[in-house]
């Protein structure tokens, strides 16, 4: 399969590209889950709410994860996710579909240092803050998906299995398609020239809630429309450590055999028009908490 630096460059010009596009796109968005989930579960004393604010792009990340997903069904693939080869190993200097990290993705509690790491990962392709140094952005990745739905005009079964919750939602038609790859874009780096989400109005892009932790100050407009981290103090909360254990056999064999049941419940999502299972979500969280608050490292592994 093309990297994405290859999809951007060489385009998409087969529907056959474009499913296995979209397949990457679901790794990729996977991906971001359990670093973001493992700073999230980390958390002890919080008085600026950082907890609430990752959370809310972890919710987002599953909804990226799930349209993804819906695009694909929707031209006739079948997203591939319940299998020990979608779950990303940590630490990585490489996300799916070959982008290169220059800091290590890895699974650890939040710290200033992880939060430049997930910065990274969601650099912007333009201003205001930021922009991306390489033409194999996320960003542009997902430019590329969309001017591959217009080109080339895939066939869109508007019954397709999908999973319909919050943002997710099922693929009709090309403007649904379109529609939501912008959603993927706007609320991960915003739109040229602003932070914010565009769906959202005033809700900061994934990059900027992130920058203003880094820089523990709001993200504030002047009234000459100029952006600065000069706003209230958003200061950084402390965290639980936590490291991999050695065990055996391992403590993360609940939480992996409850990860691997919530991927299962997910390909049914699509194979079957199952609904997603929110239960095994919040049974997931519960574990992965657990273990951190005893110093260990939840290990994201295929367990069946």
């Known amino acids: 399969m093309k990297t994405i630096a290859e999809f951007v460059s060489d385009r ?9 596009a979209l397949q990457t796109a679901m790794q990729l968005e996977f991906s971001t889950i359990p670093p973001y989930l493992c700073a999230q579960w980390s958390i002890n004393s919080d008085p600026a709410g950082i907890e609430d604010m990752i959370g809310n792009i972890v919710v987002q990340e599953m909804y990226h994860f ?7 069904t929707a031209i006739g693939g079948l997203p591939n996710v319940a299998n020990p080869s979608f779950i990303p190993t940590y630490p990585t200097n490489v ?10 993705v890895d699974l650890k509690p939040l710290t200033l240092e992880q939060v430049r790491v997930f910065m990274q990962i969601e650099y912007p392709e ?23 739905f217009t080109t080339i005009a895939p066939p869109i079964d508007p019954n397709a299995f999908a999973v319909a919750s919050g943002e997710a939602k099922p693929i009709r038609n090309l403007a649904d398609a379109l529609a939501a790859i912008s959603l993927i874009k706007g609320e991960g780096e915003g739109t040229e020239g602003s932070p914010d989400q565009p769906a959202s109005g005033n809700a900061l892009a994934h990059y900027y809630i992130f920058k203003q932790m880094h820089e523990q100050r709001a993200l504030v407009q002047d009234t000459a429309g100029h952006w600065s981290f000069s ?14 254990s050695a065990a055996s056999p391992s403590p993360s064999l ?35 908490e657990d273990l951190i608050r005893q110093g260990i490292r939840p290990e994201f592994a295929w367990a069946p």
Do not use: H
Request: hydrophobic share 45%; proline share 9%; with cysteine.
């Open 66 to 72: 799930a349209l993804a997903g819906n695009l694909l």
């Open 95 to 104: 996300l799916p579909g070959g982008i290169p990290q220059a800091l290590p």
């Open 126 to 148: 333009f201003t205001p803050i930021a922009f991306a140094p390489t033409a194999a952005s996320i960003g542009a990745f997902y430019t590329t998906i969309a001017e591959a």
């Open 231 to 244: 706003g209230p103090a958003i200061p950084l909360p402390t965290s639980f450590d936590f490291k991999r």
């Open 254 to 288: 609940a939480f992996n055999q409850e990860l691997t049941k919530l991927l299962n419940s997910l390909q049914t999502c699509w194979t079957a028009g199952a609904r997603p299972n929110i239960g095994a979500m919040f049974r997931l969280k519960t574990l992965g």
């Open 12 to 20: 998409i010009s087969t529907v056959s590209e474009l499913r296995d």
